[in-house]
C-alpha cells in the first residue's frame, strides 16, 4: 500500500467519521428526514453533473440499476435517515461507534448466511468487537442512554449490512459517479416520501446549520463517496475496507472535540477493542482472497 493511499484512506475516514458529528449539529436546528432529503438532492444532482462532465452514462446494466435502488433505499434512506431521527437524543460518538461495527456485521453474515469461511483470526475479531461494543453500551446504559435511539441507530447499520452483501459486484461495469449520485437521488425520494408520512417540518436557521449542512452535503456526502471508489479502484474493496478500523477513533475523537461529548475511560477502552476487532476481521478476509 503505497503513501498516496495511505493519505487517502486518512482522509476518507476522517470525513466519514465527520459526518456523525455534522448530523448531530443539523437535528438541532432542521427536522431531520426533511434535512436529508435535501442533503441528497443537493450532492445527487451535483454527483451526476460531475459524472456527466466526465464522460459518464446513466445507462447502466439491469445488476447496476437493481444496487442504485437498493443501496439508495437501504443505505442512504433507511441507515442514514434512522441515524438522523436517533441523534435528536443519541450523542455522535455512540452513533459513529455503533455505525463502526458495520463490518464486523457484513463479516458475521458472510460466514452465517452466504457460506464464507472465517479464518480464526476473524472469528477473534468478531468476538472482540462484541466485548468491545458490551463495554461501551454497559457504560452508557448506566448513564442513562436513550434506548429508543440506540435501536434506531441498531438497526441502521443492520440496513447498512444488508445493503453491503446485497449489491457486492453488482456496481461493476464503469459509471461508478453516475451510480452514486443516482443513488443519492433514489435515497432522496424515499425519505421525502417517510418525512411527508411521519414528519412535521422544522426549521431554525442559523450559521451552525448553514456551515453543518453545507459541509455534508459536499464532504461526507460527496467527496468522500469519490475518494472511497478511487480507493477500492487501486487497492480492492477488501483492502480498502481496512481503513474501517480506524472510524471508531475518529467518529468519538470528533465529536469529543467538537461538540465537547464527555468521553470515558470505558469509552475509550470499547473503543480500542472494537477497532481491533474490526481491524482483525478484516486482515481475516483480505488474507482469505
Not at 493519505?7 to 466519514?16: D, E, K, R, S, Y
Not at 441515524?83 to 455503533?98: G, K, R
Not at 436513550?146 to 441498531?154: K, M, N, Q, S
Amino acid at each position: 500500500m503505497d503513501i498516496r493511499a495511505i493519505l487517502a484512506g486518512l482522509i476518507f475516514v476522517l470525513m466519514w467519521s465527520s459526518a456523525f458529528t455534522s448530523a448531530r449539529i443539523i437535528v438541532v436546528d432542521a427536522s431531520p428526514l426533511w434535512a436529508l432529503s435535501v442533503r441528497y438532492l443537493i450532492s445527487g444532482l451535483l454527483g451526476v453533473a460531475i459524472a456527466l462532465a466526465l464522460g459518464q452514462s446513466w445507462r447502466l446494466t439491469p445488476a447496476q440499476w437493481r444496487a442504485t435502488i437498493i443501496f439508495g433505499v437501504l443505505q442512504n434512506a433507511v441507515y442514514l435517515g434512522l441515524n438522523f431521527v436517533a441523534m435528536q437524543t443519541v450523542e455522535a460518538s455512540l452513533a459513529a461507534i455503533i455505525a463502526s461495527t458495520m463490518p464486523l456485521l457484513v463479516g458475521f453474515a458472510a460466514w452465517a448466511f452466504l457460506g464464507e469461511r472465517l479464518r480464526p483470526l476473524g472469528v477473534a475479531g468478531l468476538l472482540a468487537g462484541v466485548v468491545g461494543v458490551f463495554i461501551i453500551m454497559s457504560a452508557r446504559l448506566s448513564g442513562g442512554v436513550d434506548l429508543t435511539g440506540v435501536l434506531l441507530c441498531g438497526l441502521g447499520v443492520m440496513a447498512l449490512t444488508a445493503a453491503t452483501l446485497l449489491v457486492r459486484g453488482a456496481t461493476s461495469g464503469g459509471n461508478f459517479l453516475m451510480i452514486v449520485g443516482l443513488q443519492m437521488l433514489a435515497g432522496c425520494v424515499a425519505l421525502a416520501l417517510a418525512a411527508l408520512l411521519f414528519e412535521t417540518p422544522r426549521l431554525n436557521p442559523t450559521w451552525p446549520l448553514f456551515f453543518a449542512f453545507t459541509y455534508t452535503c459536499l464532504v461526507p456526502g460527496l467527496a468522500a463517496t469519490m475518494i472511497w471508489f478511487w480507493l477500492v479502484n487501486r487497492l480492492g474493496a477488501t483492502r480498502a475496507a481496512t481503513f474501517h478500523f480506524l472510524n471508531p477513533f475518529f467518529g468519538v475523537a470528533i465529536a469529543a472535540l467538537l461538540l465537547s461529548e464527555p468521553l470515558g475511560a470505558s469509552d475509550i477502552l470499547g473503543v480500542v477493542i472494537v477497532a481491533l476487532g474490526i481491524l482483525a476481521v478484516q486482515i481475516s478476509r483480505q488474507k482469505k482472497e
